[in-house]
């Protein structure tokens, strides 16, 4: 059962912009508000790394990799959060989930691939 549905990804040349989407269904909905939801991504050889975390209270960190070009937010009432990203580098270039976390439980997207040319 597919909980967490994400789109978004693309290809893009190195300096250009993609917007990320995740919308929970199923049994997270009627949790959501409550949880801290992220964005990890995962290239190729590597192990998966946070990029983007917000709270319920809309508090949010960033990896040093991507502060002050990456901006994640969430919209409660439509039980989605995005992933904005703008100046994008060959190194960006990834497969990129969203993830639900309530109480040391994790769901996860099937994930999304986003390739940055340059």
């Known amino acids: 059962v597919q909980r967490l549905v994400e789109s978004g990804g693309g290809l893009v040349q190195a300096g250009g912009s993609l917007r990320l989407s995740c919308t929970a269904a199923?049994?997270?909905?009627?949790?959501?508000?409550?949880?801290?939801m992220g964005w990890y991504r995962q290239a190729p050889g590597r192990q998966r790394e946070l990029a983007a975390v917000i709270t319920p209270d809309r508090t949010t960190d960033y990896a040093d990799s991507v502060k002050g070009r990456f901006t994640i937010t969430r919209e409660n009432t439509r039980r989605s959060v995005y992933l904005q990203m703008n100046s994008l580098k060959p190194e960006d270039t990834a497969v990129y989930y969203c993830?639900?976390?309530?109480?040391?439980?994790?769901?996860w997207g099937q994930g999304t691939q986003v390739t940055v040319s340059s």
């Open positions: 993830n639900f976390r309530r109480f040391g439980v994790d769901f």
């Open positions: 199923g049994a997270i909905l009627s949790t959501f508000n409550s949880g801290t």
